[in-house]
């Protein structure tokens, strides 16, 4: 059972950091256009330049 | 014509020289769009960075100051293909945004430690080898989790249940936040007595849950707001304000300060109350009065915001409200009727009231049963405590929200934007119904009538013509034109007419004097009153076209349809009788009465409210605004003066009346649906509560129990998305 003690601690410190990435993808405005976000992918820019 | 603009309202400054603006953009629809405005508009020399919004239908445009102004901006979204209307966001949708993104970081806080303490629960539940040593080891982890989590993400329900408590009532975050923190603390005693039990699952569930009903609700409540923010700049007046030196500067309406002398042409809507200095016109008060027929005025009248001006140009100085005039009154009698409205009790903080008392008495009855049955203190508070955790009011908490949720997103498709949170429960209550008739039940522009014999190919080369003109009836006429190309060398003479050459004669369309139309014997195109009239001449031949305010096209099989409902439905209008008696009677109403003052329209509803009925108004006039204030509920078309729109609780769009009937239907079923969710509350509480009162809730029947009876209200909610049975057709 030694085991726990360092693997709960890891599978916490990973959902923190999805936790901490969720609110930096909050806070960096990638949730206000969730429409536009999913058009923005359609127009093939990259091709005609 | 080159005319300076003023736009400085919209526009904040940032470092650098660099200037901020948003527009409400008209017309985006997919992704092309996006992409043409953001990439025109980066070309242009000046530009910092341009972003669409494709959600709210807005666009953040950042610019050097020293190289480009806010009227060039907005001109070049226009060269691009799109309208684009300067925008000032509300403090009160600021607030609102920090507020959502507020609530959405308590979700996710919420989240993770529901995921994780579900995590170590389910193999405590499921480990029945496990030593008391992992178990506590287990427990002590939760704690470590759930405490700080339920201590961020509970906030929400516990600053709204001490306001609720320092205010003396109860709402339903008071019975939420006492389960959350009586749940944690027992478990804290628990865990240190090294018992088998701990709740910290439970509780930060229930937080989850609650907190995705309210993050939703919010969420929808944001939305229709940002929609109507937006009607609201598409539909922006603009005034031109006459400077000392002459110049003419175009200005939103919102920026005319009282003293300011403004330039109205035909055609324009006057943008502030003021009185007339110079010119002479017709101007047409429907919006303002609810009379059809057009006033005359000269200098020394009174005009008001909102009326439109029909013939010559005016100049018009703009005076703050005085006593006595028409603003004036609708403003006091508006003060009055807001002060008078008492706020209906909503139906979620009824449940609460009922049901918060039952469950803390159930709770001590509990202590009190298990004490005079033998048990210890410990076990007896123990099971108390499970029986307030088991009652916690999470399906009761969804039950409601989540109804309204679907409920409004539905009325937002069929195109109602719902301005007050509990306009669907106060929709749901109405059994009257009055309608104002000009604007409300008529269109609010005038429609062709008919027109003197006339060859289909005058009709077109007239309606062409037409969409040249800045003239009101010629925007009617213009609906005509099968061909929407302008002629070009088109000349338009400001409250005369327009003329063209047209196969090398010159073709008129204006005033019959303009034309050269001789005066003609009225009853060949039907009954005089209530019409207007322009004339067009070309190469010898001659029309004559006639406009009066139609009814809305649906208005007899809506208010058909309301009667069905067992509505009764009244009109009650500013107009002259002679006016709304053919209305009423194309749609078979009995109830109507014309000529009324605002104070008129008050006095017949309060007499109406008197007798106990719940009164849906709708309404678009300014005279209405006060009327639709001391209304139980209220509505109003797009088209409605801005005072009036502000006061409706529900604002619908769109030609059709069908709106009306379809708020009521859907806000009944939805109030159905609630009532539905609520019993299945108590049903759930009625087979839990005895279950926790005899001691038999482990954290694993509590998981169940709630996750089990919150998905239940849920799944009932998304009922109120489907169309009500019979609407419209």
Same mark, same amino acid.
Request: proline share 4%; hydrophobic share 50%.
């Given at each position: ?49 | ?53 494709? +959600? ?126 009586? =749940? ?51 539909? =922006? ?91 004036? *009154? ?60 088991? +009652? ?162 649906? =208005? ?160 009932? =909610? ?6 009500? *049975?019979?609407?419209?057709?």
């Amino acid at each position: 059972m030694n085991v726990l003690v360092y693997l709960v601690p890891v599978a916490l410190g990973l959902g923190l950091a999805g936790l901490a990435a969720f609110l930096w993808s909050l806070r960096s405005g990638q949730y206000d256009d969730l429409e536009g976000a999913a058009l923005r992918i359609l127009p093939d820019d990259d091709l005609e330049g | 014509m080159t005319e300076a603009s003023d736009l400085s309202m919209f526009v904040s400054h940032g470092a650098a020289g660099t200037a901020h603006m948003t527009l409400a953009v008209e017309g985006v629809g997919c992704a092309g769009c996006i992409r043409k405005i953001e990439g025109g508009l980066k070309q242009l020399p000046g530009i910092v960075d341009a972003r669409l919004n494709f +959600t709210t239908r807005r666009l953040a445009v950042d610019w050097h100051e020293d190289e480009l102004d806010a009227a060039a901006v907005i001109e070049a979204v226009e060269r691009i293909g799109y309208r684009a209307h300067p925008f000032e966001p509300e403090r009160a949708e600021t607030d609102e945004a920090q507020q959502a993104r507020w609530l959405m970081k308590c979700l996710a806080v919420a989240g993770f430690a529901a995921m994780n303490v579900m995590l170590l629960s389910v193999s405590v539940w499921s480990g029945s080898d496990m030593t008391p040593l992992t178990r506590d080891f287990f427990h002590w982890l939760s704690a470590l989790i759930a405490l700080p989590a339920a201590g961020y993400a509970g906030q929400p329900f516990f600053q709204s249940a001490l306001r609720a408590i320092r205010a003396r009532h109860l709402n339903m975050d008071v019975p939420i936040s006492l389960g959350v923190i009586l =749940a944690l603390g027992m478990s804290v005693v628990e865990t240190a007595a090294h018992a088998e039990h701990a709740y910290f699952d439970s509780a930060v569930m229930l937080l989850f849950f609650l907190l995705c009903g309210r993050y939703l609700d919010h969420a929808m409540r944001r939305k229709t707001r940002a929609a109507a923010a937006n009607l609201a700049a598409l539909k =922006a007046e603009f005034a031109h304000r006459l400077e000392d030196s002459g110049e003419v500067v175009r200005l939103p309406a919102a920026a005319v300060k009282p003293g300011d002398r403004l330039l109205v042409r035909p055609g324009d809507r006057i943008p502030a109350d003021g009185a007339v200095i110079s010119g002479t016109s017709e101007i047409d008060e429907s919006l303002v009065t609810g009379e059809t027929e057009h006033r005359k005025i000269t200098a020394g009248a009174l005009v008001y915001a909102g009326s439109l001006n029909f013939s010559g140009a005016l100049t018009v100085r703009v005076t703050a409200a005085e006593g006595g005039t028409l603003i004036d *009154d609708v403003e006091r009698l508006l003060q009055k009727a807001i002060e008078a409205k008492s706020r209906t009790v909503r139906l979620a903080d009824r449940a609460a009231r009922l049901y918060a008392p039952f469950v803390h008495a159930t709770a001590a009855l509990t202590v009190i049963g298990w004490l005079l049955a033998g048990a210890s203190l410990h076990d007896a508070v123990v099971t108390a405590i499970a029986v307030l955790i088991i +009652t916690c009011p999470c399906a009761l908490a969804l039950a409601i929200p989540a109804v309204q949720v679907v409920a409004s997103s539905r009325l937002f498709r069929s195109g109602v934007i719902l301005n007050a949170g509990d306009a669907i429960e106060r929709l749901a209550q109405v059994d009257t119904v009055i309608f104002d008739k000009t604007g409300t039940l008529t269109l609010p522009e005038p429609r062709l009538e008919g027109a003197s014999p006339v060859a289909p190919e005058m009709l077109e080369r007239a309606a062409r013509l037409a969409l040249s003109s800045h003239h009101p009836l010629a925007a009617a006429l213009a609906h005509e034109a099968r061909e929407r190309v302008p002629y070009a060398n088109a000349v338009e003479e400001p409250g005369r007419g327009v003329r063209v050459h047209i196969e090398g004669s010159e073709a008129r369309l204006g005033s019959r004097e303009f034309c050269g139309v001789a005066a003609r014997d009225p009853h060949r195109i039907g009954s005089q009153d209530g019409l207007s009239m322009i004339a067009f001449a070309h190469a010898g031949r001659e029309a004559i076209f006639a406009f009066r305010q139609r009814i809305r096209p649906d =208005a007899e099989a809506v208010v058909a349809g309301l009667r069905a409902h067992g509505l009764d439905v009244r009109v009650l209008s500013g107009d002259r009788a002679s006016a709304v008696a053919p209305v009423a009677a194309a749609l078979g109403l009995q109830d109507w009465i014309a000529e009324l003052k605002p104070a008129g329209k008050i006095a017949v509803i309060e007499r109406l409210k008197a007798q106990g009925r719940r009164i849906l108004m709708v309404g678009d006039g300014l005279n209405d605004a006060p009327a639709l204030a001391a209304a139980h509920v209220s509505m109003s078309p797009i088209s409605a003066a801005d005072i009036t729109r502000a006061q409706a609780d529900a604002v619908f769009l769109g030609e059709r009346l069908l709106p009306v009937l379809e708020a009521v239907e859907s806000a009944r079923a939805a109030r159905r649906l609630m009532t539905q969710n609520l019993w299945l509350a108590v049903i759930y509480n009625t087979i839990a509560v005895p279950i926790a009162i005899a001691g038999y809730v482990t954290p694993l029947i509590a998981a169940l129990a709630m996750s089990g009876s919150s998905s239940l209200v849920t799944l009932n =909610a998304l009922r109120a998305s489907r169309r009500p *049975d019979g609407a419209g057709s």
